[in-house]
């Protein structure tokens, strides 16, 4: 029997997401959903999940296989208020939120 991780620990700003939150100084909450999954902020830049973290947080939390691991979030930024608020909008699945995938959060 092979060992899968107990938890998969991922960083927000520039790991999950780009731009980090200190780039949208003037711009900020509230985010919008947009086109292809996006969001936006309140002076329109776009904020975007990275590469291929859609699909691989989507993997974590359906697939049997990594049943019993867990997905942690541990990030420190400028405006954790925002990256709460992105984390709560941003679509994984029709049905998921980014927030609904993770089971341990330390945003501060």
């Not at 019993?68 to 979030?73: D, L, T």
């Not at 208020?81 to 998921?96: H, V, Y």
Request: glycine residues 10%.
């Amino acid at each position: 029997m092979s060992q899968i991780p107990k938890v998969f620990v991922f960083d927000l700003d520039g790991c999950v997401w780009e731009p980090e939150m200190y780039q949208l100084w003037g711009g900020g909450s509230p985010f919008k959903l947009a086109g292809g999954g996006d969001l936006t902020d309140c002076k329109g830049q776009r904020v975007v999940l990275m590469a291929n973290v859609r699909e691989i947080i989507l993997d974590l939390k359906t697939n049997p296989k990594w049943e019993g691991s867990q997905i942690a979030v541990a990030s420190c930024c400028d405006e954790p208020g925002w990256a709460d608020e992105c984390m709560n909008k941003f679509q994984i699945s029709d049905e998921l939120t980014l927030k609904d995938c993770v089971d341990v959060c330390e945003v501060h």
